[in-house]
């Protein structure tokens, strides 16, 4: 894609958090592009994110969803952003260079991003110690270190949803839960906010994907399906999902190699239904051989599989959600999932399992999100 010169790329939410074992990142995939279309520059690979939400094409400005929001660097150190993709594409640049030089991580970052117009969110092992700091988080400049369980945002998002997030985070300490289920968690929430409000108005949408980083390194989301649904109003008579999904859509996210597969019965174009995401690069990059050649061996390595797991509806985690006003979402685990998919369709082995499904994601606990989980 050729974008036009003295053009601004912004990015708009991330969030960060960490517990006595890990740092754990997230961030979506939306992209501000201003530009001085008179009305708005349509060289998108297609008109709506993964979700269903429509790309914003107005004078001076298009939002769509584009690029991952995180970096995992050399598997030492994982890194959001949040502000003007060339910056923090120069800073992550720099900010490379002092960690294979050994600088200390904290002069490391500020050197790097000084001056810089992007926020960032870092996460990184200090003597099996994880460590969560941000730079020009929430428009204070400067760095802040985080404390264990406390939340970092940084972007564009209203802050009821900020409370949301921060009332989930607070939960998770008295749970049993793993790092992949708490990972899953986190998305399935920030995924709902723009099932709960319009958000690519904000500049916010798309997929919301994560990262973390433990004493053993450090590993991507699990392999996601959401299955977004309105209930249709038909009666209950079997144990299909159908008769309260309709026609189910479904979207699946799995990250190979810091590329996510996006797959979306969303989007009507089989040809554009699926696609991968990676970080921002400058076009001079993009353009190369290597570049390239880059791409065509992480198909050949990834893309049966990811292929594959897109057309039988498979991943490591399930959410649902009801996206009825308040919304409700439901998380399960590919080992507690009690239903079975086939060529995309969902049924039940036991209708137990069919009407514990519907009367958790009909019974709304509270007036804004309510998450069941089934691990």
């Not at 002069?107 to 003597?127: P, T």
Request: charged share 25%; hydrophobic share 35%; glycine share 6%.
């Amino acid at each position: 894609m050729n974008w036009i010169d003295n053009k601004s790329h912004y990015m708009t939410y991330i969030l960060g958090w960490k517990n006595y074992s890990s740092v754990f990142l997230v961030g979506d995939s939306v992209i501000t592009i201003e530009h001085p279309n008179v009305d708005g520059n349509k060289n998108t690979f297609r008109n709506q994110t993964s979700f269903g939400e429509d790309h914003i094409y107005e004078e001076g400005k298009t939002v769509s969803e584009k690029w991952l929001k995180l970096y995992d660097l050399d598997n030492k150190v994982i890194l959001a952003i949040s502000g003007d993709v060339e910056d923090a594409h120069e800073g992550i640049k720099n900010l490379r260079i002092c960690i294979d030089s050994k600088i200390d991580i904290y002069k490391g970052i500020e050197s790097s991003f000084r001056d810089r117009e992007v926020d960032i969110l870092v996460g990184f092992m200090e003597e099996d110690v994880p460590r969560l700091i941000s730079y020009n988080g929430r428009g204070k400049r400067g760095l802040k270190e985080y404390a264990f369980f406390e939340v970092a945002h940084s972007g564009s998002i209203d802050s009821s949803f900020i409370d949301q997030t921060e009332e989930f985070f607070s939960q998770i300490d008295s749970k049993d839960w793993s790092e992949d289920q708490i990972l899953a968690s986190i998305i399935a929430v920030t995924q709902s906010y723009g099932f709960q409000e319009n958000q690519m108005k904000r500049g916010v949408g798309g997929f919301f994907s994560g990262i973390r980083i433990n004493e053993r390194g450090v590993s991507w989301q699990p392999d996601l399906v959401f299955i977004p649904f309105s209930y249709n109003g038909k009666e209950l008579k079997s144990n299909q999902l159908a008769e309260i999904l309709g026609e189910a859509k479904f979207v699946i996210t799995q990250v190979r190699e810091s590329i996510l597969f996006s797959g979306s019965t969303f989007i009507s174009d089989p040809k554009k239904a699926t696609r991968p995401f990676s970080n921002f690069l400058p076009e001079q990059i993009i353009e190369t051989k290597e570049y390239e050649n880059a791409r065509c061996n992480w198909a050949a390595k990834w893309g049966r599989e990811v292929n594959k797991n897109w057309e039988e509806c498979k991943a490591d985690f399930y959410i649902f959600y009801n996206t009825d006003k308040p919304i409700v979402a439901l998380v399960y685990s590919n080992e507690k999932k009690p239903f079975i998919v086939n060529e995309n369709s969902f049924g039940f082995r036991k209708k137990e399992g069919f009407l514990s499904l519907v009367t958790l994601l009909f019974s709304k606990a509270d007036e804004e999100l309510t998450l069941y989980t089934e691990f």
